[in-house]
């Protein structure tokens, strides 16, 4: 145990102490959380996104045990989303709690794959190449902060595109991509690599023999993103991963959009209309397939400690 002082919200002392506590509090350092879409009903995808819009989001996500994100937008006309992304980042440098609440900037698309169940919820007809210049553009609207791009290598100049993001500076992660193993190999070889949301991204159903996941899991050197909401990934599926994957290459992440921090409905996107029901299940209405989660970041902690029946400390650092 330790005896910690504070004083208008920051420590002031933090020494050990002998003395068993008076009730069991614990302390930990905020999480990150580096796939944000929107929460709290704000939809990060909105044009007229305002100040006032963001501040009441981070400041839930701050209620949620949340302290950093990356900010995320998802495919849609490049355009819109350059626009949006140059509009929120004057937003972050303009004020002190958006500038330490965003950390950097997450774009899920639009390099993506655009076959059936591999876009998921993202508009096929609105996929691009990843090409040079629309990368460095990327990079020239984030200047020096974090950037991770989440692309498909097998598209059409994919590989390019994860060469040019490096030598950009920028993270990059594969994401919505049906590649073949030696595809996958080759982005690993080259340097280090996210995958995101792994598990999801791609069909309900897939080839027992041979299908992105295998392929995925049998890749070395791949970061993993898991959504811990027991919808996203099943939980015999989180743990069989837990016991493929080396622990310092998991990272949790909630995928959240609007709904997350907010009563059921429906919520917006971008472009998409999505339902939210009772158990906090986002759905393409009149479909099963998922779009984001409604997951907020300390139930993610409670939800992937359970899974693994571990305490929720342990699952903390993740």
């Known amino acids: 145990p330790v005896l910690a002082k504070w004083e208008e919200g920051l420590f002031t002392e933090i020494t050990p102490t002998d003395e068993p506590p008076a009730e069991t509090k614990w302390i930990g350092p905020p999480l990150l959380d580096i796939q944000v879409n929107g929460y709290a009903g704000i939809d990060f995808q909105q044009d007229d996104l305002s100040e006032a819009d963001l501040l009441h989001a981070v400041e839930q996500l701050g209620q949620a045990c949340c ?40 774009i899920e698309g639009p390099f993506l794959s655009a076959e059936t169940g591999y876009c998921g919820a993202h508009p096929a007809d609105k996929m691009l190449r990843p090409t040079p210049e629309r990368v460095a553009e990327l990079r020239e609207l984030t200047g020096d902060d974090p950037l991770l791009l989440t692309m498909a290598p097998e598209v059409n100049g994919g590989l390019k595109g994860f060469a040019t993001a490096r030598e950009l500076g920028i993270r990059v992660s594969i994401g919505h991509t049906n590649a073949p193993g030696h595809i996958l190999r080759r982005v690993t070889a080259a340097g280090p690599a996210g995958f995101t949301h792994l598990g999801n991204g791609c069909p309900a159903t897939l080839d027992r023999a041979d299908n992105i996941l295998w392929r995925a899991l049998e890749t070395p050197g791949l970061t993993c993103g898991l959504i811990p909401d027991r919808w996203h990934l099943s939980p015999a599926l989180f743990r069989l991963i837990h016991r493929l994957v080396d622990p310092d290459s998991i990272y949790y992440t909630t995928d959240a959009m609007a709904a997350a921090g907010a009563p059921p409905g429906k919520y917006r996107l971008g472009q998409l209309e999505l339902e939210v029901g009772p158990e906090q299940i986002v759905r393409l209405p009149g479909t099963p397939n998922l779009a984001g989660s409604a997951l907020t970041p300390i139930e993610g902690v409670r939800r992937a400690a359970d899974m693994l029946d571990c305490d929720w400390q342990d699952a903390w650092p993740r």
């Open 67 to 106: 302290g950093q994100i990356l900010f995320t937008l998802v495919t849609d006309d490049w355009e819109a989303m350059t626009r949006r992304l140059a509009r929120a980042r004057q937003l972050r440098d303009a004020h002190p709690a958006l500038g330490r609440a965003i950390a950097g900037w997450h």
